[in-house]
């Protein structure tokens, strides 16, 4: 069974510049999360997705950050423009449905602003 | 107060030592407690699932949980290079949200 599908694995980018974050969750999985990782910290819930709808998106910045979830599969996170504070891992996971489940984990996206 | 305190390390052990990992929480309501491992420019991955005070043991995993002290447990017996890693403790909350530890980098020398 495939896992956790995320790309780019590494994005360098100037600040002000957009980025966008792609995640192919296991298949048959309903729930999708976003999470972020800063250096020597654990993931931070961003946005977590049921399906199409985003059930709770409450730690997503909405003034720079955007996610879709087109289809309730691929999702798609969106930063613009980006900070140097938003250097850090985009982790994505997805779980059979929400609750107290086991949540799998992608590789995640390392991004670097300048 | 943050709601989870973990000690970020590192911590370096040789070959075959028993590690003891940590981690406390503030939020009682906290009802399923959780380990998971992340080797570098991996994502995590889940090693250990409770939701119980006591024991449970997986190998050479054993994830203590003591819910009236407000503190879970992992330990390691017979350590291997290869679970160098950082460990992660977390924890759902009422809500149904992850909320995880700052992790614990552990290197295993041969």
């Known amino acids: 069974e495939a896992g956790v599908v995320q790309s780019p694995r590494y994005k360098i980018i100037e600040k002000k510049q957009p980025v966008a974050f792609w995640c192919n969750p296991i298949s048959g999985h309903n729930t999708l999360y976003w999470y972020r990782q800063n250096l020597g910290q654990g993931p931070e819930l961003l946005i977590r997705y049921e399906n199409e709808e985003a059930v709770d998106d409450s730690q997503l910045p909405k003034d720079r950050f955007s996610a879709e979830r087109l289809k309730g599969v691929d999702s798609t996170l969106k930063i613009q423009p980006a900070e140097l504070g938003d250097s850090a891992v985009y982790l994505c996971?997805?779980?059979?449905?929400?609750?107290?489940?086991?949540?799998?984990f992608g590789p995640g996206t390392r991004l670097t602003v300048l | 107060q943050k709601e989870v305190e973990q000690d970020p390390g590192p911590l370096s052990v040789p070959e075959g030592a028993i590690v003891s990992l940590n981690c406390t929480y503030s939020?009682?309501?906290?009802?399923?407690f959780m380990w998971y491992r992340q080797y570098s420019r991996k994502g995590p991955e889940l090693l250990m699932y409770t939701y119980s005070s006591g024991n449970k043991e997986d190998g050479r995993f054993t994830a203590q949980v003591d819910k009236s002290s407000k503190y879970i447990s992992l330990f390691i017996r017979d350590s291997q290079p290869s679970d160098s890693a950082t460990y992660l403790c977390a924890f759902y909350n009422q809500g149904g949200k992850l909320i995880f530890g700052q992790g614990t980098e552990l290197s295993v020398k041969p």
């Open positions: 939020n009682s309501a906290f009802q399923y």
């Open positions: 996971a997805s779980s059979s449905r929400g609750g107290y489940n086991e949540q799998f």
